[in-house]
């Protein structure tokens, strides 16, 4: 099981235990923008406010009271404004993360997904009897590096 599996099933027994039910907010592990909040983080305490009418600091922090989640793991988990959910990975797991990469080299993070698939990607529509306009610029670089990738 990978760590975000597990602090997936972690946040959602928190859940659980805090009586809160709601199959229809998935719980999203992500890594924060800013790498000082945290290794990964949640933000199911904001995606539950509106459905409990309740203040998402408070749930955050309700849940990080409650999570129980491997000290080899996770190390700290904060609950912080607006509502975020921030772990911060345990050594253990950061020296297998390096070793994993290390011992795959170039090949760490390949993926053979979608291999085989055909797909079309249109990404530039630059009205042929108006200007050009910087959006249709950028729109076309991404659409080439969606295509290169």
């Known amino acids: 099981m990978s760590v975000r599996e597990t ?3 972690a946040v959602s027994d928190a859940l659980k235990r805090l009586d809160i039910i709601a199959p229809d907010v998935p719980v999203m592990i992500e890594r924060p923008r800013d790498a000082s909040h945290g290794d990964i ?3 199911v305490a904001m995606s ?5 009418k309740r203040n998402p600091i408070e749930i955050a922090e309700a849940i990080a ?3 129980d989640v491997p000290g080899d793991v996770v190390a ?3 609950a912080v404004k607006p509502g975020f959910i ?3 990975l345990a050594p253990p797991v950061l020296r297998a993360t390096v070793r994993e990469v290390l011992s795959q080299g170039d090949r760490y993070g390949a993926s053979s997904d979608g291999a085989g698939r055909r797909v ?3 990404y530039v529509s630059a009205n042929p009897t108006g200007p050009l ?11 080439n590096a969606i295509l290169n990738l």
Do not use: H, P
Not at 133 to 143: E, Q
């Open 7 to 9: 602090i997936a099933i």
């Open 48 to 52: 539950l406010a509106k459905k409990l």
């Open 120 to 122: 079309q990607v249109e």
């Open 65 to 67: 009271r409650t999570i």
């Open 76 to 78: 700290g988990v904060d």
């Open 133 to 143: 306009v910087i959006v249709s610029a950028r729109a076309a670089a991404v659409g």
């Open 86 to 88: 921030n772990f911060r």
């Open 41 to 43: 983080a949640t933000t």
